[in-house]
Structure formats: structure tokens, C-alpha cells
């Protein structure tokens, strides 16, 4: 078997008229990432999910043109790639997110159903109104924070929009003036949908139920300020699994089929925070859980490391077991291969990928790291035969 990394792509400081697109990667089997294809967009792309049944890779795009951008957010690509070979072959076309700033992706587990995670923007405007208690008033108006639920045809093609799940509230951080659902992963069931929204400080749990998302319970509140960002399920135990960007600390919450939602443990990735330095960005990245349920990974950026965490095997729990340094500006993402062989991770300013190996305690050996040719803004492992 061999390891394909699919590398969305955004420029990074030193592109000049690069234009991003999705690259793909093969791990050779020292671990170096080797250059197989370039498949151009002409766009900045982001997070991606894949049906390996239909050979579908579904791609965020941002927008490129304003005129377009005015007709419904950004984009969703649909790129056909060859189940065999992993190479992309051709466009299939694109969905529009209608609210902006789509930043994750899942796929259903019966392949009818695609959801996208819309952040929006930190931007606003202005709006008047008049009445006679009050007189003229104006309030800032943010773009809708949702949730899209799209239908897929039974060649995976996107056919429609079945279902839209608005997110509101904020936060005290100056980047919470409104919700932003960060995530969207389906539990090992495939009953659940976990949302992280860094906005509104909440976790969610939805179901799908007649083409409509359906909430399952009451979300979990965090700390305010904490901006749940990224999760993980356990493979096995009743656990979620998620990390923060007002913060490098990760939860660790029970959860039932029913949707209850209880947090059981907190951790770090800094054991002195006090030391931090002044007017740096200290935040959690990408996650992800070793297919075993062996070990979790949280790239963190300020302290530029991935974050290695033992999973007790009858509770679930965490401990740090390694920090793995990066070294670079801004680490970004971070996944796993299936096999559990690899974990990837990229820079998002300087464009370097890192693989590294996987041993046996989920600790991660030394690294292999090349220079892509622009900045490293997702990554998507997946397994096809030689």
C-alpha cells in the first residue's frame, strides 16, 4: 500500500503569481514526501474529505472573483480522482457554501450526505432603523454562521441543499462577535455529528433525520474564551475529543447516543504558560486520533509542536507524552494515515510539509520535511494499492 497526501494549497509570503491549487504527495518508504501531481484550481483551496467508493474529493475553495463572491459565499469543488492510482483526473464541477468562509468538511457515513462548516467573517456593516421609542440606532450586522446539509446524487455529486443550521451568540474575545463553526465530524456510528464553534464557545451534537439536521441534545458549554476548535472521536470508547484556539488545552468529553455531552478531563500542551512571550499567537491547530485509539495529536502553534498525548486504554484519558517540535512561524493542520503508519502536518506561511513516523507507543520519530512551493492550509491522507 502506498500513503497519498492530498495538500490544499494558499499562498504563502514569497509566491509572487504562484497560483495555489491541490498538490498531491506520496510517502516514500523512508518517509520522505515526494512531489507525484499538481492539479491546478485557481483558487485558494482548504479543508478536504474524500469518498473512496466514488473516487470524489470534495475540496473548499475560497472565491477569487468579486462578482462571484457576491452570488452565494465561496465554493465546494468536486475532483475526480482515479481509486486505483489516487491521481486527480478532472473537475466535476462546484457547489456554492452560500454563507462565506467554509472551513470543514464531512462526509456521511451512507454517502448521502456532504455538511460543510461555515465560519463567515470577521467583517461587518452598519444598519440603521428608526422608531419612535429609540429614534435612529445602528448595530453591526455579521454574516450567517451555518451549517449546510447537501445532498449527493448516487454518483456523489452534489444535487442540492437539504437543510441549513444557523449558529448564533458570541464570546468575550474580540474575535467571538459572533458564532463560527469550526468543525464537523461524524461519530464512529455514524448517528452523531460533532460541531466545535470557537465562536460561541460551544460543542454540538446534531443528527440527520429526514434530509434535516436535527440537534441531539444541548451543547456543551466551555469556558468562555476557550473557542472549542477542532475534534476527534475515540475509534471505540464514548469519548470526544477537542482542542481550543483561545487556548493550547484540549477537553476530553463523554458523550451518549442519546447527545449528553459531559466534559471529564482537561489537559495542556504548555506546562508553563507563564513564559510565554508577549504579543505571540499561542493556539491549537489540527487534530487527530491514532486509528488504534492509541494516542492523540494537536499541532500548536506558539509552542510550534505537535502536541503527543497516551490514551489510557480502559478510560480514554490523556496524558502529554511528547512535544514534537516544528520550528516554523505557523504550523498548520495535522493528520494521521489510515494505517496509523504517518503522521503530516504543514506550515501555512513558509510552505514545509513534515511526515513523520509513528511508533509503536504513538510517539513520533524523526521527521522528513520538504519546501512546498506555497503555504500549507490542509492535508488529506489516504491509502491506494501500489
Not at 201 to 222: C, M, S, T
Not at 229 to 246: I, K, Q, S
Not at 331 to 339: A, N, Q
Request: aromatic share 8%; hydrophobic share 35%.
Amino acid at each position: 500500500m502506498k500513503t497519498l497526501l492530498y495538500v490544499s494549497e494558499i499562498p504563502g509570503k514569497e509566491d509572487g503569481e504562484f497560483r495555489p491549487g491541490i498538490a498531491v504527495y506520496e510517502i516514500d518508504e523512508d518517509g520522505t514526501p515526494a512531489l507525484r501531481q499538481r492539479f491546478p484550481t485557481d483558487c485558494t483551496t482548504n479543508v478536504s474529505c474524500a469518498d473512496r467508493d466514488r473516487g470524489i474529493l470534495y475540496v473548499t475553495a475560497a472565491q477569487t472573483d468579486d462578482a462571484k463572491f457576491r452570488e452565494g459565499g465561496d465554493r465546494i469543488l468536486m475532483l475526480r480522482f482515479d481509486p486505483k492510482t489516487g491521481e486527480i483526473l478532472e473537475k466535476l464541477g462546484e457547489a456554492p457554501t452560500l454563507s462565506p468562509n467554509p472551513v470543514y468538511l464531512a462526509l456521511d457515513p451512507t454517502g448521502r450526505w456532504l455538511v460543510a462548516a461555515n465560519h463567515a467573517l470577521h467583517t461587518f456593516v452598519h444598519k440603521l432603523s428608526y422608531s419612535q421609542e429609540e429614534g435612529w440606532t445602528s448595530r453591526p450586522v455579521y454574516d450567517d454562521s451555518t451549517l449546510v446539509l447537501y445532498s449527493l446524487d448516487e454518483e456523489g455529486r452534489i444535487s442540492g441543499v437539504s437543510d441549513v443550521a444557523f449558529h448564533h451568540g458570541s464570546g468575550p474575545l474580540r474575535t467571538q462577535t459572533h458564532a463560527h463553526p469550526h468543525s464537523a465530524v461524524f461519530s464512529p456510528s455514524g448517528e452523531l455529528l460533532a460541531v466545535c464553534d470557537k465562536g460561541n464557545d460551544r460543542v454540538f451534537l446534531y443528527r440527520i433525520r429526514e434530509g434535516k439536521l436535527i440537534p441531539a441534545g444541548d451543547p456543551w458549554q466551555a469556558a468562555p474564551g476557550d473557542e472549542p476548535r477542532f475534534c476527534a472521536f475515540h475509534p471505540t470508547l464514548p469519548l470526544l475529543y477537542v482542542n481550543h484556539e483561545g487556548n493550547t488545552g484540549l477537553s476530553v468529553l463523554r458523550y451518549t447516543e442519546e447527545g449528553e455531552l459531559r466534559c471529564v478531563q482537561t489537559v495542556d500542551a504548555d506546562p508553563d504558560p507563564g513564559r510565554r512571550q508577549p504579543g505571540r499567537v499561542y493556539e491549537n491547530q489540527g487534530i487527530a486520533v491514532h486509528p488504534r485509539g492509541s494516542a492523540l495529536y494537536s499541532v500548536v502553534r506558539g509552542l510550534d509542536c505537535v502536541a503527543v498525548y497516551a490514551i489510557a486504554p480502559d478510560t480514554g484519558l490523556l496524558a502529554l507524552a511528547q512535544r514534537a517540535s516544528m520550528e516554523r512561524e505557523w504550523p498548520r493542520c495535522g493528520e494521521i494515515s489510515p494505517d496509523g503508519r504517518w503522521f503530516a502536518a504543514g506550515n501555512r506561511i513558509t510552505g514545509e510539509l513534515f511526515v513523520w513516523p509513528v511508533e509503536a507507543d504513538g510517539r513520533l520519530g524523526a521527521p522528513k520535511c520538504v519546501r512546498h512551493p506555497c503555504g500549507v492550509h490542509y492535508i488529506r491522507p489516504m491509502l491506494f494499492s501500489n
